[in-house]
T-cell receptor
Framework: ETGVTQSPTHLIKTRGQQVTLRCSSQ?????VSWYQQALGQGPQFIFQ???????GRGNFPPRFSGLQFPNYSSELNVNALELDDSALYLC???????????FGSGTRLTVV | TQLLEQSPQFLSIQEGENLTVYCNSS?????LQWYRQEPGEGPVLLVT?????EVKKLKRLTFQFGDARKDSSLHITAAQPGDTGLYLC???????????FGSGTKLNVKP
């Protein structure tokens, strides 16, 4: 098992810019989900993909979008960055929700 | 408002003490999971509880799922400094395609 890997680990962007974060799922996992975690809080669900289709979304605006590829890797795209988008972005993969998720170490995004 | 409410938010205890962390909701969950997160890392799955009333043990950690599947607890016996971290409960309510985390309990075990 290779686990879940995310890139980059850290990123600084300017307000108004666009960013793409990448995630490589654990081998054999067909479900990937993305989370935003502000300092001192629990992760907030952004959305989930199952076999390349979005099948669940949290309370995030449309400028947060994603993709899942045939090899089950994934991207999170955020347009028109705002200062409040500064957070740790976590990717997690799973074979099934009840099996639990394997998380990556996250991408720390700072918007200035 | 959080769908999953955890208490306490912070806990600072001495090595060897026992503690319980609670996770409560007004919604029914198909399953609940507990994770532990250390600074700079993603959460790591500790356990999944599926059946109402279920009790699972993981060494010194005991997890319980409420009979009504709306709440869960984590009990740690004889806490050790290595137990220090952020403990998170998480799950999906029935008929929801969303996954929710609680706000977390930050545990500090002093040697």
């Amino acid at each position: 098992e290779t686990g879940v890997t995310q890139s980059p680990t850290h990123l600084i962007k300017t307000r108004g810019q666009q960013v793409t974060l990448r995630c490589s799922s654990q081998s054999g996992h067909n479900t990937v989900s993305w989370y935003q975690q502000a300092l001192g809080q629990g992760p907030q669900f952004i959305f989930q993909y199952y076999r390349e289709e979005e099948n669940g979304r949290g309370n995030f605006p449309p400028r947060f979008s994603g993709l899942q590829f045939p090899n089950y890797s994934s991207e999170l795209n955020v347009n028109a960055l705002e200062l409040d988008d500064s957070a740790l972005y976590l990717c997690a993969s799973s074979q099934s929700r009840d099996d639990g998720y394997t998380f990556g170490s996250g991408t720390r995004l700072t918007v200035v | 408002t959080q769908l999953l409410e955890q208490s306490p938010q912070f806990l600072s205890i001495q090595e060897g003490e026992n503690l319980t962390v609670y996770c409560n909701s007004s919604s029914v969950f198909s399953s609940l999971q507990w994770y532990r997160q250390e600074p700079g890392e993603g959460p790591v799955l500790l356990v999944t509880v599926v059946t109402g009333g279920e009790v699972k043990k993981l060494k010194r950690l005991t997890f319980q799922f409420g009979d009504a599947r709306k709440d869960s607890s984590l009990h740690i016996t004889a806490a050790q400094p290595g137990d220090t971290g952020l403990y998170l409960c998480a799950g999906s309510p029935y008929n929801f395609n969303k996954f929710y985390f609680g706000s977390g309990t930050k545990l500090n075990v002093k040697p």
